[in-house]
Structure formats: C-alpha cells, structure tokens
C-alpha cells in the first residue's frame, strides 16, 4: 500500500513553540499533500508538494519532501492556539489519493 | 463560491432502513470523491468519479452501497439496508481534476441504531 503512515500519533506543545510531523510511504508517488482536520470539520488542504519537490513554503508551513527515504515533514512555526487539530499527509499516486492516519495536535497557551 | 455541499448535516436511522447522502460539488470541478472516516478505520476511500464517471470503486464495503453522479453537480451515495457498522462520518470532496488539491465538504455524520 502507499499510505502514508504520520509520526507521531499525537503532540501537545506551548503555544509559540514549532510543531514538526513526519510522513512516511511505501511506493512512488506523483505527490503528497498535506490537509488540516478541526474537529467535527471537513478536511482543509494546506500544501501540496510535487515529487520533483524537496521544499515548500506557505505562510507559517514549511514542507519538505525525501523521495530517497519515501519521507515528508510538516513543519508549524510559532505556532498559535487556533493550529490544533489533526494533520493528515496524503500520497498520490498512479490510482488515488490515499490519506495516512494522521497526527493530533494539541498548542496549550 | 459556497464550496462543497452535503446534505443531510446528521443522519439517525434504524438498521435495514435506506440511507441517501448527497453532495454538490465546486462549480467546474471534473472530480469528486466519496470518503468515510472511523476511529478505527481513518479516511477511507470509497469511490471517485471523473466527468460523472465512476473511475474506481474498489472502496466501496460491499453491494449494499451505491452511488451516482447523474450530472456535473450532484452525487449521491446510498447504502440500503443500513447496519450499525455503517455508522461514520462520510465526506465528499471535489477537484479540479484528479491529483490536484480536494475540497471538502462539511460531512455527514451517519448513526445506524
């Protein structure tokens, strides 16, 4: 399968501090993505990173891509209350968009 | 633009009962996609169309689901009879086209009894 598998499960960290989250997969991909869950709330897409990609940049997100290691990470800086949620990275490949299990983030002000 | 619409919000329905979830995607999107999301299970695939042609339904549970895009700007999923392992979160998404960033709708929140 190509999912992608997130790391970790789960974290809590103060607000202002930087959040990193890794993703792994198995098979080669077109691209990955990475979508924000509030909770009880659809999925919001935050980034997309072509597999010819190492970095990418939006706002407060860095993304960078290891195609070598089948790896991404999402990085959060300074981040703020309103960031918690869910965070799912999402592999695209020959068929579909597969999305891994996602990493639950908690900022305590 | 109102993004992607699902109705109902919430749906409460006894076991055996029909259960038809609907969805209106993005305006000039050509891909739209049916997701069921569990604690168990996470975000599942279930079957996506392209220009209202089902492309790939190899997630969907068994014959007891259905869907349908009879035009550009609906979808529906039915799921007839209902069993309690039915009970999810069920979102539709739509795309530009396939590959490109998703869009999802608010969910439907489904509870077999």
């Known amino acids: 399968s190509q999912q992608g598998e997130e790391d970790p499960q789960a974290l809590s960290i103060q607000e202002g501090e930087n959040a990193t989250m890794n993703c792994s997969y198995k098979?080669?991909?077109?691209?990955l993505q990475w979508y924000r869950q509030n909770s009880g709330r659809g999925l919001v897409h935050l980034i997309l990173?072509?597999?010819?990609?190492r970095e990418k940049h939006s706002g407060r997100l860095r993304v960078t891509l290891d195609t070598s290691k089948k790896s991404s990470s999402l990085l959060i800086t300074a981040s703020r209350a309103a960031d918690t949620a869910s965070y799912f990275c999402?592999?695209?490949?020959?068929?579909?968009?597969?999305f891994g299990q996602g990493t639950r983030l908690t900022i305590n002000p | 633009d109102a993004g992607v619409i699902q109705s109902p919000r919430h749906e409460v329905t006894e076991m055996g009962q029909e259960v038809t979830l609907r969805c209106k995607p993005i305006s000039g999107h050509n891909s739209l996609f049916w997701y069921r999301q569990t604690m168990m299970r996470g975000l599942e695939l279930l079957i996506y169309?392209?220009?209202?042609?089902?492309?790939?339904d190899s997630g969907m549970p068994e014959d007891r689901f259905s869907a349908k895009m009879p035009n550009a700007s609906f979808s529906t999923l039915k799921i007839q009879p209902s069993e309690p392992r039915d009970s999810a979160v069920y979102f539709c998404a739509s795309s530009l086209s396939r590959g490109r960033e998703q869009f999802f709708g608010p969910g439907t929140r489904l509870t077999v009894l």
């Open positions: 990173i072509r597999s010819n990609e």
């Open positions: 098979t080669s991909i077109n691209n």
């Open positions: 999402a592999t695209e490949g020959a068929q579909k968009l597969v």
């Open positions: 169309f392209n220009n209202n042609v089902p492309i790939d």
